[in-house]
Protein backbone atom coordinates (compact mmCIF):
# COMPACT_ATOMS: atom_id res chain seq x y z
CA UNK A 1 0.00 0.00 0.00
CA UNK A 2 0.94 3.41 -1.07
CA UNK A 3 2.47 5.49 2.09
CA UNK A 4 -0.11 8.71 2.42
CA UNK A 5 3.38 10.41 4.56
CA UNK A 6 5.83 12.58 3.12
CA UNK A 7 8.71 11.96 3.03
CA UNK A 8 11.01 15.07 4.62
CA UNK A 9 13.02 16.97 1.66
CA UNK A 10 15.19 19.84 1.06
CA UNK A 11 13.88 20.47 -2.50
CA UNK A 12 11.12 23.09 -2.78
CA UNK A 13 9.48 24.65 -5.61
CA UNK A 14 6.17 25.29 -7.45
CA UNK A 15 5.44 21.43 -8.10
CA UNK A 16 5.71 19.96 -4.54
CA UNK A 17 1.84 19.33 -4.49
CA UNK A 18 2.02 17.83 -7.93
CA UNK A 19 -0.06 13.91 -7.13
CA UNK A 20 -0.12 10.93 -8.65
CA UNK A 21 -3.88 11.24 -8.75
CA UNK A 22 -4.65 7.57 -8.91
CA UNK A 23 -2.69 6.42 -6.78
CA UNK A 24 -3.57 8.72 -4.63
CA UNK A 25 -7.36 8.13 -4.77
CA UNK A 26 -6.57 4.44 -5.02
CA UNK A 27 -4.72 4.70 -1.32
CA UNK A 28 -6.98 6.95 0.08
CA UNK A 29 -10.34 4.12 -0.63
CA UNK A 30 -8.05 1.38 0.57
CA UNK A 31 -7.91 3.03 3.68
CA UNK A 32 -11.53 4.42 3.74
CA UNK A 33 -12.51 0.56 3.47
CA UNK A 34 -10.04 -0.34 6.39
CA UNK A 35 -11.54 2.34 8.89
CA UNK A 36 -15.07 1.50 8.30
CA UNK A 37 -13.80 -2.10 9.58
CA UNK A 38 -12.12 -0.54 12.09
CA UNK A 39 -15.00 1.17 13.02
CA UNK A 40 -17.49 -1.70 12.57
CA UNK A 41 -20.10 0.53 10.30
CA UNK A 42 -21.39 -0.35 7.28
CA UNK A 43 -21.07 3.05 4.88
CA UNK A 44 -20.56 6.50 4.95
CA UNK A 45 -22.74 9.59 5.66
CA UNK A 46 -21.41 12.94 4.36
CA UNK A 47 -22.80 16.31 4.85
CA UNK A 48 -22.63 18.05 1.37
CA UNK A 49 -21.84 22.05 0.43
CA UNK A 50 -21.69 22.33 -2.79
CA UNK A 51 -18.10 23.14 -2.23
CA UNK A 52 -15.34 21.53 -3.08
CA UNK A 53 -14.41 19.25 0.04
CA UNK A 54 -17.52 17.43 0.55
CA UNK A 55 -17.67 16.57 -2.75
CA UNK A 56 -14.12 15.19 -3.26
CA UNK A 57 -14.95 13.27 0.19
CA UNK A 58 -18.23 12.09 -1.46
CA UNK A 59 -16.86 10.89 -4.68
CA UNK A 60 -14.20 8.76 -2.44
CA UNK A 61 -16.38 6.98 -0.40
CA UNK A 62 -18.80 6.28 -3.66
CA UNK A 63 -15.12 4.62 -4.95
CA UNK A 64 -14.54 3.11 -1.89
CA UNK A 65 -17.52 1.61 -0.93
CA UNK A 66 -20.16 2.22 -3.71
CA UNK A 67 -23.08 4.63 -3.97
CA UNK A 68 -25.63 2.33 -2.42
CA UNK A 69 -23.39 2.71 0.80
CA UNK A 70 -23.05 6.38 1.11
CA UNK A 71 -26.06 9.00 2.39
CA UNK A 72 -25.92 13.00 1.66
CA UNK A 73 -27.49 15.49 3.63
CA UNK A 74 -28.02 18.47 2.36
CA UNK A 75 -28.38 21.16 5.46
CA UNK A 76 -29.13 24.71 4.08
CA UNK A 77 -30.13 27.63 6.54
CA UNK A 78 -31.27 30.99 6.00
CA UNK A 79 -27.84 32.64 5.07
CA UNK A 80 -26.90 29.50 2.40
CA UNK A 81 -26.56 30.46 -1.04
CA UNK A 82 -29.29 28.72 -3.56
CA UNK A 83 -25.98 27.28 -5.46
CA UNK A 84 -25.30 25.41 -2.38
CA UNK A 85 -27.41 23.19 -2.75
CA UNK A 86 -28.31 23.07 -6.33
CA UNK A 87 -24.69 22.14 -6.77
CA UNK A 88 -25.09 19.28 -3.69
CA UNK A 89 -27.75 17.86 -5.63
CA UNK A 90 -25.85 17.34 -8.71
CA UNK A 91 -23.37 15.97 -7.31
CA UNK A 92 -25.94 13.14 -5.79
CA UNK A 93 -27.05 12.64 -9.28
CA UNK A 94 -24.36 12.05 -10.89
CA UNK A 95 -22.57 9.80 -8.16
CA UNK A 96 -26.33 7.77 -7.64
CA UNK A 97 -25.89 8.90 -4.10
CA UNK A 98 -29.08 8.84 -2.08
CA UNK A 99 -29.68 12.07 -0.28
CA UNK A 100 -31.82 14.25 1.83
CA UNK A 101 -32.40 18.00 2.17
CA UNK A 102 -33.22 19.19 5.40
CA UNK A 103 -33.47 23.34 6.06
CA UNK A 104 -32.46 23.48 9.60
CA UNK A 105 -32.94 27.22 9.96
CA UNK A 106 -36.41 26.72 11.79
CA UNK A 107 -34.11 25.07 14.41
CA UNK A 108 -31.53 27.56 14.34
CA UNK A 109 -33.90 29.99 15.18
CA UNK A 110 -35.68 28.47 18.04
CA UNK A 111 -32.11 28.43 19.10
CA UNK A 112 -31.61 32.10 18.86
CA UNK A 113 -28.64 32.02 16.46
CA UNK A 114 -30.28 34.41 14.14
CA UNK A 115 -31.14 36.88 17.04
CA UNK A 116 -28.50 36.34 19.47
CA UNK A 117 -26.04 37.42 15.97
CA UNK A 118 -28.12 40.11 14.93
CA UNK A 119 -28.09 42.20 18.30
CA UNK A 120 -24.40 41.72 18.59
CA UNK A 121 -24.03 43.46 15.14
CA UNK A 122 -26.75 45.92 15.97
CA UNK A 123 -24.36 46.34 19.33
CA UNK A 124 -21.77 48.45 16.76
CA UNK A 125 -23.81 49.27 14.44
CA UNK A 126 -27.05 50.24 15.82
CA UNK A 127 -28.89 51.04 12.30
CA UNK A 128 -28.68 47.31 11.13
CA UNK A 129 -31.44 45.63 9.55
CA UNK A 130 -31.13 41.75 9.47
CA UNK A 131 -32.08 42.23 5.62
CA UNK A 132 -28.78 43.97 5.37
CA UNK A 133 -25.94 41.47 3.68
CA UNK A 134 -23.12 41.31 6.27
CA UNK A 135 -20.11 38.92 7.10
CA UNK A 136 -17.08 38.93 9.12
CA UNK A 137 -13.75 39.67 7.90
CA UNK A 138 -10.20 39.80 9.04
CA UNK A 139 -7.95 42.68 8.65
CA UNK A 140 -6.82 41.72 4.61
CA UNK A 141 -4.14 40.28 2.56
CA UNK A 142 -0.94 38.65 5.54
CA UNK A 143 1.26 38.89 2.70
CA UNK A 144 1.13 42.73 2.80
CA UNK A 145 0.58 43.56 6.53
CA UNK A 146 1.96 42.59 9.55
CA UNK A 147 -1.17 43.66 11.14
CA UNK A 148 -2.87 41.76 14.14
CA UNK A 149 -5.67 39.50 13.63
CA UNK A 150 -8.56 41.20 14.90
CA UNK A 151 -12.29 41.05 13.04
CA UNK A 152 -14.68 43.76 11.64
CA UNK A 153 -18.09 43.13 10.41
CA UNK A 154 -18.62 44.64 6.80
CA UNK A 155 -22.20 45.69 6.39
CA UNK A 156 -24.13 46.28 3.07
CA UNK A 157 -26.16 49.10 3.51
CA UNK A 158 -27.53 49.34 0.20
CA UNK A 159 -25.55 52.97 -0.05
CA UNK A 160 -22.13 51.04 0.36
CA UNK A 161 -19.94 48.63 2.14
CA UNK A 162 -19.44 49.41 5.96
CA UNK A 163 -16.80 48.44 7.96
CA UNK A 164 -16.69 48.18 11.67
CA UNK A 165 -14.28 46.71 13.71
CA UNK A 166 -15.49 44.39 16.20
CA UNK A 167 -14.57 44.61 19.98
CA UNK A 168 -14.84 41.14 21.46
CA UNK A 169 -18.02 40.85 23.17
CA UNK A 170 -19.91 41.21 19.98
CA UNK A 171 -17.57 39.12 18.37
CA UNK A 172 -17.59 35.91 20.43
CA UNK A 173 -21.56 36.60 20.33
CA UNK A 174 -21.32 36.08 16.68
CA UNK A 175 -19.10 33.07 16.60
CA UNK A 176 -20.82 31.18 19.43
CA UNK A 177 -24.35 31.81 17.61
CA UNK A 178 -23.09 31.33 13.91
CA UNK A 179 -21.42 27.90 15.07
CA UNK A 180 -24.75 26.36 16.12
CA UNK A 181 -24.65 25.92 12.29
CA UNK A 182 -22.46 23.27 12.26
CA UNK A 183 -23.17 22.00 15.39
CA UNK A 184 -26.66 21.77 13.91
CA UNK A 185 -25.46 20.04 10.70
CA UNK A 186 -23.45 17.66 12.56
CA UNK A 187 -26.13 16.08 15.14
CA UNK A 188 -28.41 15.62 11.96
CA UNK A 189 -25.33 14.03 10.28
CA UNK A 190 -25.14 11.59 13.54
CA UNK A 191 -29.05 11.04 13.39
CA UNK A 192 -28.55 9.43 9.66
CA UNK A 193 -25.35 7.84 10.76
CA UNK A 194 -26.78 6.22 13.74
CA UNK A 195 -30.13 4.91 12.06
CA UNK A 196 -27.98 3.54 8.77
CA UNK A 197 -25.34 2.20 11.24
CA UNK A 198 -22.71 4.65 9.19
CA UNK A 199 -19.58 6.31 9.94
CA UNK A 200 -19.57 10.37 9.40
CA UNK A 201 -17.14 11.31 7.00
CA UNK A 202 -15.28 15.05 8.05
CA UNK A 203 -14.49 17.11 4.80
CA UNK A 204 -11.58 19.17 6.15
CA UNK A 205 -8.28 19.61 3.73
CA UNK A 206 -4.93 19.73 5.82
CA UNK A 207 -4.74 23.59 5.49
CA UNK A 208 -8.28 23.90 7.74
CA UNK A 209 -7.16 21.11 9.61
CA UNK A 210 -3.84 22.19 10.27
CA UNK A 211 -4.79 25.73 11.22
CA UNK A 212 -7.83 25.03 12.93
CA UNK A 213 -10.75 25.94 10.32
CA UNK A 214 -13.34 24.43 12.19
CA UNK A 215 -15.99 24.20 14.78
CA UNK A 216 -15.69 21.71 18.05
CA UNK A 217 -17.99 19.42 18.16
CA UNK A 218 -19.08 20.80 14.54
CA UNK A 219 -17.47 20.05 11.07
CA UNK A 220 -14.34 19.45 13.29
CA UNK A 221 -16.08 16.36 14.83
CA UNK A 222 -16.21 12.68 12.83
CA UNK A 223 -15.62 9.40 12.40
CA UNK A 224 -13.14 9.63 9.70
CA UNK A 225 -11.64 12.55 8.12
CA UNK A 226 -10.53 10.93 4.43
CA UNK A 227 -8.83 14.51 3.11
CA UNK A 228 -7.34 15.77 6.37
CA UNK A 229 -3.66 15.17 4.69
CA UNK A 230 -4.02 16.57 1.37
CA UNK A 231 -3.65 20.26 0.80
CA UNK A 232 -6.50 22.45 -0.51
CA UNK A 233 -4.89 22.47 -4.33
CA UNK A 234 -4.94 18.74 -3.92
CA UNK A 235 -8.08 18.61 -3.41
CA UNK A 236 -9.12 19.97 -6.48
CA UNK A 237 -6.96 18.17 -8.36
CA UNK A 238 -8.12 14.79 -7.02
CA UNK A 239 -11.57 15.71 -7.39
CA UNK A 240 -11.05 16.71 -10.76
CA UNK A 241 -9.52 13.24 -10.95
CA UNK A 242 -12.94 11.58 -9.67
CA UNK A 243 -14.87 13.57 -12.23
CA UNK A 244 -16.77 15.92 -9.59
CA UNK A 245 -19.15 18.52 -11.69
CA UNK A 246 -17.35 21.43 -13.13
CA UNK A 247 -19.18 23.73 -11.64
CA UNK A 248 -17.84 22.67 -7.99
CA UNK A 249 -14.83 22.57 -9.49
CA UNK A 250 -14.95 26.28 -10.48
CA UNK A 251 -16.70 27.20 -7.24
CA UNK A 252 -14.00 29.14 -5.45
CA UNK A 253 -14.25 28.07 -1.77
CA UNK A 254 -16.43 30.41 0.34
CA UNK A 255 -17.66 29.79 4.35
CA UNK A 256 -21.02 30.10 3.07
CA UNK A 257 -22.31 30.98 6.83
CA UNK A 258 -23.17 35.03 6.10
CA UNK A 259 -25.28 36.59 4.13
CA UNK A 260 -22.76 38.30 2.38
CA UNK A 261 -19.81 36.44 -0.34
CA UNK A 262 -17.58 35.83 1.93
CA UNK A 263 -14.12 33.80 0.84
CA UNK A 264 -12.08 31.49 3.06
CA UNK A 265 -9.47 34.23 2.62
CA UNK A 266 -10.80 36.99 3.85
CA UNK A 267 -12.57 35.81 6.67
CA UNK A 268 -9.61 33.54 7.90
CA UNK A 269 -6.62 32.47 6.04
CA UNK A 270 -6.10 36.05 4.82
CA UNK A 271 -3.49 34.43 2.26
CA UNK A 272 -4.91 32.99 -1.24
CA UNK A 273 -5.00 28.86 -0.82
CA UNK A 274 -3.07 28.29 -3.87
CA UNK A 275 -0.22 30.38 -2.30
CA UNK A 276 -0.97 29.38 1.29
CA UNK A 277 -0.81 25.53 0.35
CA UNK A 278 2.80 26.31 -0.71
CA UNK A 279 4.01 28.32 2.02
CA UNK A 280 2.85 25.84 4.48
CA UNK A 281 3.95 22.70 2.48
CA UNK A 282 7.46 24.87 2.84
CA UNK A 283 7.08 25.48 6.73
CA UNK A 284 6.18 22.01 7.33
CA UNK A 285 9.67 20.65 5.31
CA UNK A 286 11.86 23.19 7.34
CA UNK A 287 12.38 25.20 4.11
CA UNK A 288 14.04 28.84 5.22
CA UNK A 289 12.39 31.74 4.58
CA UNK A 290 14.25 32.84 1.93
CA UNK A 291 14.34 29.64 -0.14
CA UNK A 292 10.67 29.91 0.09
CA UNK A 293 10.37 33.48 -0.78
CA UNK A 294 12.69 33.04 -3.67
CA UNK A 295 10.64 30.22 -5.59
CA UNK A 296 7.19 31.86 -4.98
CA UNK A 297 8.92 35.26 -5.84
CA UNK A 298 7.83 36.91 -2.73
CA UNK A 299 10.56 39.05 -0.45
CA UNK A 300 11.52 36.85 2.98
CA UNK A 301 9.59 39.26 5.26
CA UNK A 302 6.24 38.69 3.48
CA UNK A 303 6.98 34.70 3.50
CA UNK A 304 8.10 35.18 8.09
CA UNK A 305 5.01 37.03 8.30
CA UNK A 306 3.01 33.88 6.80
CA UNK A 307 5.13 31.43 9.02
CA UNK A 308 4.46 33.65 12.25
CA UNK A 309 0.72 33.53 11.23
CA UNK A 310 1.04 29.53 10.66
CA UNK A 311 2.35 29.32 13.93
CA UNK A 312 0.07 31.93 15.80
CA UNK A 313 -3.31 29.75 14.56
CA UNK A 314 -1.81 26.71 15.40
CA UNK A 315 -1.31 27.95 18.88
CA UNK A 316 -4.42 29.64 19.42
CA UNK A 317 -6.43 26.37 17.50
CA UNK A 318 -4.92 23.35 19.91
CA UNK A 319 -8.17 23.75 21.97
CA UNK A 320 -9.94 22.54 19.02
CA UNK A 321 -7.71 19.58 18.43
CA UNK A 322 -8.02 18.57 22.10
CA UNK A 323 -9.96 15.72 23.05
CA UNK A 324 -11.76 15.70 26.73
CA UNK A 325 -9.38 15.69 29.60
CA UNK A 326 -9.46 13.22 32.02
CA UNK A 327 -8.96 13.85 35.88
CA UNK A 328 -8.29 10.02 36.71
CA UNK A 329 -6.66 7.34 35.27
CA UNK A 330 -9.36 5.02 33.24
CA UNK A 331 -6.48 2.33 32.13
CA UNK A 332 -8.88 -0.33 31.44
CA UNK A 333 -9.63 1.56 27.79
CA UNK A 334 -6.19 3.02 27.77
CA UNK A 335 -7.66 6.71 28.40
CA UNK A 336 -4.89 8.50 30.92
CA UNK A 337 -5.08 11.72 32.25
CA UNK A 338 -3.79 14.94 30.08
CA UNK A 339 -0.96 15.89 32.81
CA UNK A 340 -0.07 12.51 34.59
CA UNK A 341 -2.26 12.94 37.50
CA UNK A 342 -2.67 10.09 40.08
Not at 337 to 342: C, E, H, I, S, V
Request: proline share 5%; hydrophobic share 40%; with cysteine.
Amino acid sequence: MTNLSEATTTTFHRGVLDLDLEERAAALCQRLREALLHLKRRGVVVAVSGGIDSACVLALAVRAVGPKRVFALLLPERDSSSASSALGRELCDKFGVAHELVDIAPALDALGCYRTRDAAVRSVFPSFDPAMPWKIVMHGDRLGSDALNVFAVVIDTGDGERRVRLPVKPYLDIVAATNLKQRVRKTLEYTWADRLLYAVAGTPNRLEYDQGFFVKLGDGAADVKPIAGLYKTQVYALARHLAVPEGILQREPTTDTYSLLQSQEDFYFSVQYRVLDLILWAKNHHISEEQCARTLELAPEQVKRVYDDIDQKRRTTAYLHSPPLLLDDVKEIGRTPAWGLT
